[in-house]
């Protein structure tokens, strides 16, 4: 299949780390707190000593001093804490992490393909689409390129990933400021990106496209609908999906609880 017939998911690895880091923060920080007791008992006189407020795991993480400059570095330094995989780290060579992150959640959160801000990831080998009546189906086999995206994605440390999201959220706050929404809280905008994620249908059947002059398209027009971030993570094929989301969606059920 010629170069242009390829369908490419450039940066969904990243994407789908940061939606996770940030996802856990929110977990940490949203917590409710223990009960104060409404009434305290006196004995002899002595002074109420009211309990003390158990600190959240949020306030003992104390942000790091560095600049947005310095930041690319001392990110890699923690990568080997949120996974093993080797490959986090290779995929993490890319320049301005932060700045990335923030203008590829904001693109997914608007439904925009995050692409230009994160290439470093292009799958393996090429898209196969296997010729039927007037119409292509894409060919099972290219779902598993993705595979390391969501193998990646499944060996994130939770624990490494909110104390990661802390120490790194003053800059995070910055970049999206810098971006052009100097009032807006980053965390809205990353809740709409991750519902953006979770409404990509999950598909067993066969996936019939149309040949255009340097594309396909999706034939089923609701599925054509889709977003052009949707229609990266659609891509992967049902297997990846459904464990992303499944992830994904066990987090921002605790979330809103």
Do not use: C
């Not at 790091?64 to 330094?77: A, F, H, W």
């Not at 700045?99 to 290439?119: C, E, W, Y």
């Not at 659609?234 to 969606?249: S, T």
Request: aromatic residues 8%.
């Amino acid at each position: 299949m010629e170069e242009k017939k390829k369908v490419i998911l450039t940066g969904a690895l990243f994407i789908l780390i940061v939606v996770a880091v940030v996802l856990i923060y929110y977990l940490v920080t949203h917590k409710k707190s223990s009960d104060v007791p409404e009434t305290l008992e006196i004995i002899e006189e002595e002074p109420v000593k009211l309990p003390e407020k158990e600190k959240s795991e949020s306030e003992l993480i104390e942000p790091l001093n560095v600049t947005m400059e310095e930041s690319d570095k001392v990110l890699r330094d923690f990568l080997g804490d949120i996974s093993s995989d080797p490959r986090l780290s290779e995929w993490m060579r890319m320049d301005h992490i932060i700045k990335s992150f923030v203008a590829a959640v904001d693109n997914i959160a608007n439904g925009l393909s995050p692409r230009k801000q994160v290439n470093f990831f292009e799958p393996k080998g090429e898209f196969l689409a296997e010729k039927k009546g007037e119409h292509y189906i894409i060919d099972e086999d290219s779902y598993k390129r993705y595979d390391p995206v969501a193998n990646v994605f499944d060996s994130i440390n939770t624990n490494e990933s909110v104390i990661l999201y802390h120490r790194f959220k003053p800059l995070i706050q910055k970049a999206y400021e810098e971006l052009g929404y100097p009032d807006k809280d980053f965390d809205n905008t990353l809740k709409r990106a991750i519902k953006e994620l979770l409404a990509v249908p999950v598909l067993e059947e066969e996936i019939v496209l149309i040949s255009k002059l340097k594309s396909f398209e999706l034939y089923d027009s609701e599925l054509e609908g889709l977003s052009q971030a949707q229609k990266h993570l659609f891509r992967m094929g049902p297997e990846n999906i459904r464990k992303i989301q499944q992830k994904l969606r066990e987090l921002y059920e605790e979330l809103n609880d």
